[in-house]
């Protein structure tokens, strides 16, 4: 049987002690941490917190469902029209690379497209991958299969603008910068998949 990226639901705060048992239970798993700044103590610090709260995801096969349920601390499998929801791997690295480029990073909820999930879930091919897009000085990605668009706010420095050779020649734009975490980023997910 095909093992697939699912996604179990947790009691609140337990993500990193059902992660632990999964991964004493020899089951691969991924609980997405959000680096996050504030003001937690005296000092300004960032401290780890779950993306996805209450979310764990787990690589398994459908005939691991049952014994996944009992496993102290997971409510149940998140189900979306009657059916287990299934992760497409590119979204899984696109999560991790992502996380690993940014902080404090936001979830928003989107729509879900039946038509486009069911689609991916039949060509389940790696150039279908979400790639980071910038807008109003975010970088985004959308997860399709989690119905979920994640984004960070980009950093002056590592912007500029795009335009013909002819503009960028003139003097008065020469201090403009690509996006350049945006192409490392994208890059990445590229050799990423390549060595897959």
């Known amino acids: 049987m095909d093992m697939?990226?699912?996604v179990v639901y947790t009691k609140t705060g337990l993500e990193k002690k059902v992660s632990d048992i999964l991964t004493r239970k020899k089951i691969e798993n991924y609980v997405p941490f959000n680096n996050v700044s504030g003001k937690w103590t005296k000092n300004d610090k960032t401290k780890?917190?779950?993306l996805f709260k209450g979310y764990v995801f787990v690589k398994s096969t459908e005939l691991q469902h049952p014994e996944l349920k009992?496993?102290?601390g997971v409510v149940n499998l998140v189900y979306w029209m009657g059916k287990p929801v299934c992760i497409k791997n590119v979204e899984i690295k696109a999560i991790k690379l992502f996380l690993n480029?940014?902080?404090n990073v936001n979830i928003e909820k989107t729509a879900v497209k039946p038509d486009l999930v069911s689609l991916t879930d039949?060509?389940?091919t790696e150039q279908?991958?979400?790639?980071i897009t910038i807008k109003?000085?975010?970088?985004?990605i959308c997860l399709p299969s989690l119905g979920y668009v994640i984004s960070a706010e980009v950093e002056m420095s590592n912007v500029r603008i795009i335009s013909p050779k002819e503009v960028l020649n003139e003097e008065h734009l020469k201090f403009n910068r690509l996006f350049n975490k945006v192409s490392e980023f994208n890059n990445s997910l590229k050799n990423y998949w390549a060595k897959q």
């Open 48 to 50: 780890e917190a779950p």
């Open 136 to 140: 109003n000085m975010k970088a985004n």
């Open 122 to 124: 039949i060509a389940d």
């Open 128 to 131: 279908d991958a979400p790639l």
């Open 101 to 103: 480029e940014y902080t």
């Open 70 to 72: 009992k496993i102290n």
């Open 4 to 6: 697939k990226w699912y």
